[in-house]
Nanobody
Framework: QVQLVESGGGLVQAGGSLRLSCAASGRTFSNYAMGWFRQAPGKEREFVAAINWSGRSTYYADSVKGRVTISRDNAKNTLYLQMNNPEPEDTAVYYC?????????????????WGQGTQVTVSS
């Protein structure tokens, strides 16, 4: 069993920056691939970024390429999403996810464990 808790969300101006964190507890964190997803009101949950178990491989959605960086610190059991120059279109609830899957999975069905989400609101 793995428990995930997101933090770091809030209100940020367009052109600013923020860093989301996801603290993991339970079974071995370093053995899991992890990802970030987001969901805006009335929208389908969409993929943002993924990272493999070692942190050596990452993958990003086209909508956020060049503006976000996913990373993990296995020693601290923590996943991060650095967001630079956010846009109003980035406003959503952001979720972290973990799964015992190979590589960098990009679908929600690939992940077994999910956090409760953290709200990110980007003002213009």
């Amino acid at each position: 069993q793995v428990q995930l808790v997101e933090s770091g969300g809030g209100l940020v101006q367009a052109g600013g920056s923020l860093r989301l964190s996801c603290a993991a507890s339970g079974r071995t964190f370093s053995n899991y691939a992890m990802g970030w997803f987001r969901q805006a009101p009335g929208k389908e949950r969409e993929f943002v970024a993924a990272i493999n178990w070692s942190g050596r491989s990452t993958y990003y959605a086209d909508s956020v390429k060049g503006r976000v960086t996913i990373s993990r610190d296995n020693a601290k059991n923590t996943l991060y999403l650095q967001m630079n120059n956010p846009e109003p279109e980035d406003t959503a609830v952001y979720y972290c996810a973990a799964g015992n899957v190979p590589g960098t999975a990009v679908t929600t069905t690939a992940y077994r464990y999910w956090g409760q989400g953290t709200q990110v609101t980007v003002s213009s």
